[in-house]
Antibody, heavy 115, light 107 residues
């Protein structure tokens, strides 16, 4: 059974950093591109970043480019999102999702940016 | 960036009815479109990919179609469990973009 479990969210002050993780199981992680998608409270879905299976290709939304870094460790079956210079508008539930069609999603981890 | 204009923003329909949700892409996305359902408090679930391919485990009352840059999700024979939010998403070009969503209420 495919499982994705995000962790690392929490309350953080504006300008600080946070690193999210997504632990994958139930499939060959190294064969799939992976993604981060976020959803602000009561709002729609916003794609954040994508990384190819071997990390050769990485893409970011303009809203996070230069502040967020997506990475992966295929040996640990884990996807990461390093977030720096956090802003109030980054407050959202952050999901990881598998493949270029987001065929499996984790339950999400909440990030709240507030002083 | 490719804009996905989704309509309607909300709709209310009765059990057993058929409803349709539309997404208009701002440019040709060559069928690279997915539909997701999100129930309250839950993660989104993939329903349809590549415009009309049904994801494994999704009931056959869900179907997708396209006409030019207009994409449609049709839900036949509405069931209570179909209540929720629906989103389209294009995967043709980065940045990947979503429609603004449709809230479906079952009367």
């Amino acid at each position: 059974e495919v499982q994705l479990v995000e962790s690392g969210g929490g309350l953080v002050q504006p300008g600080r950093s946070l690193k999210l993780s997504c632990l994958a199981s139930g499939f060959t992680f190294s064969n799939y591109g992976m993604n981060w998608i976020r959803q602000a409270p009561g709002k729609g879905l916003e794609w954040v970043a994508s990384i190819s299976s071997s990390s050769s290709y990485i893409y970011y939304a303009d809203t996070v480019k230069g502040r967020f870094t997506i990475s992966r460790d295929n040996a640990k079956n884990t996807l990461y999102l390093q977030m720096t210079s956090l802003r109030s508008e980054d407050t959202a539930l952050y999901y990881c999702a598998r493949d270029w069609y987001f065929d499996f999603w984790g339950p999400g981890t909440m990030v709240t940016v507030s002083s | 960036d490719i804009q996905m204009t989704q309509s309607p923003a909300s709709l209310s329909a009765s059990l057993g009815e058929t409803v349709s949700i539309e997404c208009l892409a701002s440019e040709d996305i060559y069928s690279n479109l997915a539909w997701y359902q999100q129930k309250p408090g839950k993660s989104p679930q993939l329903l349809i990919y590549y415009a009309s391919s049904l994801q494994d485990g999704v009931p056959s009352r869900f179907s997708g179609s396209e006409s030019g840059t207009q994409y449609s999700l049709e839900i036949n024979s509405l069931q209570p469990e179909d209540e929720g939010d629906y989103f389209c998403q294009q995967s043709y070009k980065f940045p990947l973009t979503f429609g603004s969503g449709t809230k479906l209420e079952i009367k």
